[in-house]
């Protein structure tokens, strides 16, 4: 959501985005960081290792140094941009990407980028947790069915390994691990923001839901976005307050929430 509303108010968040309005290209160097260190998305532990290699972690910049002033990144540019810019030191228009992993990838970031703005959004652990548990089931479901649909092409198919599996991300197949997993990102997140100082805003989702167009005031104006207060209504009408503590609605989530109050309060949310 505030990806989309980024956007709207002249952020160039790269091209060929998902659905969650992540760039692909931005995407693949985090994986390939991760993959430094042997961690993933969901599994992120093995980053802290990785950090503490200086002399790695200088190659790691170095190479993405390069990549990013190179022709690769065409792919986060297109074209048109690419073609005028070459480089993304050379772009002019307010840019930048979203990807949960920068919270563990970001000191191999910043030396590149030292003028970087970050923006740190947080969400309740329960709804967190509950939406993972609830992407989870949907891809291993969908993984399950084109599987038995077609299962003679691929236990037949002489390249197997098929390049896919079918756990997708266990870690979250429970409220429980999706909560330990919100809780290793806020640690993290936590600790790059008291570096970060006054280049980092921090802020809740439910808060930007609930006076959207006072928070969206103050993440243009931490930006240096030029809005006026009409279009900074116009979009905040388009953002629902009832989406915020999601999970109230359902009984067995705020049970869930109420045996969890003391790592909730870790982090100033409550049951």
Not at 15 to 41: G, K, P, V
Not at 120 to 135: C, F, N, Y
């Given at each position: 959501?505030?990806?989309?509303?980024?956007?709207?108010?002249?952020?160039?968040?790269?091209?060929?985005?998902?659905?969650?309005?992540?760039?692909?290209?931005?995407?693949?160097?985090?994986?390939?960081?991760?993959?430094?260190?042997?961690?993933?998305?969901?599994?992120?532990?093995?980053?802290?290792?990785?950090?503490?290699?200086?002399?790695?972690?200088?190659?790691?910049?170095?190479?993405?140094?390069?990549?990013?002033?190179?022709?690769?990144?065409?792919?986060?540019?297109?074209?048109?941009?690419?073609?005028?810019?070459?480089?993304?030191?050379?772009?002019?228009?307010?840019?930048?990407?979203?990807?949960?992993?920068?919270?563990?990838?970001?000191?191999?970031?910043?030396?590149?980028?030292?003028?970087?703005?970050?923006?740190?959004?947080?969400?309740?652990?329960?709804?967190?947790?509950?939406?993972?548990?609830?992407?989870?089931?949907?891809?291993?479901?969908?993984?399950?069915?084109?599987?038995?649909?077609?299962?003679?092409?691929?236990?037949?198919?002489?390249?197997?390994?098929?390049?896919?599996?079918?756990?997708?991300?266990?870690?979250?197949?429970?409220l429980e691990g999706g909560l330990e997993l919100w809780e290793a990102y806020m640690s993290q997140g936590e600790k790059q923001l008291s570096e970060l100082g006054a280049q980092a805003l921090e802020l809740r989702y439910e808060d930007l839901l609930r006076d959207p167009v006072r928070y969206l005031g103050e993440i243009c104006e931490f930006l240096g976005?030029?809005?006026?207060?009409?279009?900074?209504?116009?979009?905040?009408?388009?953002?629902?307050?009832?989406?915020?503590?999601?999970?109230?609605?359902?009984?067995?989530?705020?049970?869930?929430?109420?045996?969890?109050?003391?790592?909730?309060?870790?982090?100033?949310?409550?049951?």
């Amino acid at each position: 959501m505030l990806a989309r509303v980024l956007q709207e108010f002249g952020v160039f968040m790269g091209r060929r985005r998902t659905r969650n309005e992540e760039c692909r290209w931005t995407n693949r160097l985090n994986y390939w960081i991760f993959s430094q260190a042997s961690a993933t998305w969901e599994r992120p532990e093995g980053m802290d290792a990785l950090l503490a290699h200086s002399e790695v972690c200088g190659l790691i910049q170095d190479y993405l140094q390069g990549v990013v002033s190179g022709p690769a990144c065409c792919r986060y540019l297109g074209p048109g941009r690419w073609l005028r810019y070459r480089s993304l030191f050379r772009v002019p228009e307010p840019w930048g990407w979203k990807d949960p992993r920068n919270t563990f990838t970001l000191p191999l970031w910043l030396p590149i980028f030292p003028r970087a703005r970050v923006i740190h959004i947080t969400r309740h652990g329960v709804d967190v947790a509950q939406s993972l548990l609830q992407r989870h089931k949907k891809a291993a479901a969908a993984a399950a069915r084109r599987y038995r649909a077609s299962r003679r092409l691929y236990v037949s198919n002489p390249m197997a390994p098929k390049h896919g599996g079918f756990a997708h991300n266990p870690r979250v197949a429970d409220l429980e691990g999706g909560l330990e997993l919100w809780e290793a990102y806020m640690s993290q997140g936590e600790k790059q923001l008291s570096e970060l100082g006054a280049q980092a805003l921090e802020l809740r989702y439910e808060d930007l839901l609930r006076d959207p167009v006072r928070y969206l005031g103050e993440i243009c104006e931490f930006l240096g976005l030029d809005t006026n207060h009409r279009e900074l209504v116009r979009v905040a009408e388009r953002c629902d307050p009832k989406k915020a503590y999601a999970y109230r609605q359902n009984e067995e989530l705020s049970g869930f929430a109420r045996s969890i109050v003391s790592r909730l309060e870790r982090f100033g949310y409550t049951a």
